[in-house]
Structure formats: structure tokens, C-alpha cells
């Protein structure tokens, strides 16, 4: 099993990237979407964040108001860090269940918008970074996803810096272009991922034309 650590800046283009690699065969773990599982309607986590936060973050039907959630947090570099000490240890339990049941020779790919932020290079035998220029980023967060340019910016700050993202990067996926040149791009680095999980005895499939 090769254990590749997927990240980027909101806005790059990780979850592009991460749909492409697994129609070349790898194997995706989304800590994003184990992020909201940890917290769905009853849940011990949503039940720790409640308490941390307030009934506030709660919607009418009892699940997480996200949008409430996150412009409390993302304002605030110390509740966000409370945040994180509630979910982030249950997405890594349940990370590594999914991990454990993938293939010996999967090459399981762990989309991790916040690998920089919490120093999990170490647990990867790889780690991809996509990047994308800040204003690029900022581009896609107002014209895709509606933000404002004030939350778009706000996300952005909260984040790793592009630097020290591209410093833990064994390999870097420039996403400053068109889809085709990216799909070329995510390619290639598949078969290097192949490559490199060979030489350390397994045997992924290769790339799917």
C-alpha cells in the first residue's frame, strides 16, 4: 500500500485533482466528508461541538449550521483551534478504519485540506500539493462557490500559506490552467505514484486510459 497524502489551498482544485486520480484507480479517503460524518445528527461529536459552541450552531432540524459555524471560527484563530481539537481526532480514527480496510496494493489517496496546517507529512509516504496562485484562488471562491470576496480572503488567511504547503510537497500539481492540461498533469503523476508504489513492493493498477 502507497499512503499519499493529498492537499491544497481552498480554491486550488484538491477536489478536482482527487476526482481524477481515483478514475485512474487510487483508492480516496475525504477527510472533508468524514468531517461532516463525525458531526451528523447525533453523534458524539456533534454533541462536543455543541457544547464548545453554543445550540446557535445548530439548525432548526438539529444538524450542523456550517455556514454559522464556520464564519465563527474562521474569524478566530483560537476557536478555530478548539473546532479542530473536537473533529479532528475522530476523522483520523476513522480515516485510519478505511485505510486498514483498502487493498495491500491500493494506492490509497487521503484528501487532507488541513495536512500543512497540522503537520501530518510524517504519516504519508507521499504528499501531492495542488497549486494555484492566490488570485486564482480567490477567482474560483467568489465566481464557484459564491463567497464574498471579505470570506473568500478571510478562508484563505486561515489557512497554511502557499509557501509552507509547497515546502512539505514530494510532488506539485500546478492547477493555474485549463481542465484538459490538468488531466494530463494528474496522469502523470499517477504513473509516478504507480512508479514509486512498485518500488516499495506493491503492485497498484496502472493508469486507466
Not at 509516504?125 to 471562491?141: C, F, H, N, Y
Not at 505514484?193 to 486510459?209: D, F, K, Y
Amino acid at each position: 500500500m502507497l499512503k499519499v497524502g493529498l492537499t491544497g489551498g481552498i480554491g486550488a482544485g484538491k477536489s478536482e485533482v482527487s476526482r481524477l486520480l481515483v478514475a485512474c484507480g487510487a483508492v480516496l479517503i475525504d477527510a472533508d466528508r468524514i468531517a461532516r460524518e463525525v458531526v451528523a445528527p447525533g453523534t458524539p461529536g456533534l454533541a462536543a461541538v455543541v457544547e464548545a459552541f453554543g445550540a446557535e450552531v445548530l439548525t432548526a432540524d438539529e444538524t450542523l449550521d456550517r455556514p454559522k459555524l464556520g464564519s465563527i471560527v474562521f474569524a478566530d484563530p483560537e476557536k478555530l483551534a478548539v473546532l479542530n481539537s473536537i473533529v479532528h481526532p475522530l476523522v483520523g480514527a476513522r480515516s485510519h478504519e478505511l485505510e486498514s480496510a483498502a487493498a495491500e496494493d491500493a494506492v490509497v489517496v487521503h484528501d487532507v485540506p488541513l495536512l500543512a496546517e497540522n503537520g501530518l507529512a510524517p504519516l504519508y509516504d507521499v504528499v501531492v500539493v495542488v497549486d494555484a496562485g492566490p488570485e486564482t484562488q480567490l477567482d474560483r471562491l467568489i465566481r464557484l462557490r459564491g463567497m464574498t470576496e471579505a470570506d473568500a480572503r478571510a478562508r484563505m488567511a486561515a489557512q497554511a500559506t502557499r509557501e509552507q504547503r509547497l515546502e512539505i510537497a514530494d510532488v506539485v500539481i500546478d492547477n493555474d490552467v485549463p481542465l484538459p492540461e490538468l488531466e494530463r498533469r494528474v496522469n502523470d503523476v499517477w504513473a509516478d505514484l504507480v512508479r514509486r508504489a512498485h518500488a516499495r513492493g506493491t503492485s497498484p493498477q496502472p493508469p486507466q486510459e
